[in-house]
């Protein structure tokens, strides 16, 4: 069973950046593609972010591009998630999953990003 701790949310202000990292455990991390989701207050959770296993592909959602990258570390077991240029839109609790786990899935604990002055 794939065990997932993210971490590196915190306070900031529109316009700054973060960078959010998922420690993998699981023999699979190495062999399978992994995905950034959020959720916001009162929201379904959504897609942000995957990356296959070797990293040679990612894809993103529309409302990311180009201001958020998702990175890997297979030697580590370690996904990330740079995030530039915030805005207050992106103030959610993100995790880190495999793709298509259902919500009554295994999820970690996420971690809280708010954007505001």
């Known amino acids: 069973q794939v065990q997932l701790v993210e971490s590196g949310g915190d306070l900031v202000q529109p316009g700054g950046s973060l960078r959010l990292s998922c420690a993998v455990s699981g023999s699979i991390f190495s062999r399978s593609t992994m995905a950034w989701y959020r959720q916001a207050p009162g929201k379904e959770r959504e897609f942000v972010a995957a990356?296959?296993?070797?990293?040679?592909?990612?894809n993103y959602a529309d409302s990311v591009k180009g201001r958020f990258t998702i990175s890997r570390d297979n030697a580590k077991n370690m996904v990330y998630l740079q995030m530039n240029s915030l805005q207050p839109e992106d103030t959610a609790v993100y995790y880190c999953?495999?793709?298509?786990?259902?919500?009554?899935?295994?999820w970690g604990q996420g971690t809280q990003v708010t954007v505001s002055s």
């Open positions: 990356i296959s296993w070797s990293g040679g592909s990612t």
């Open positions: 999953n495999l793709p298509g786990v259902p919500s009554n899935g295994s």
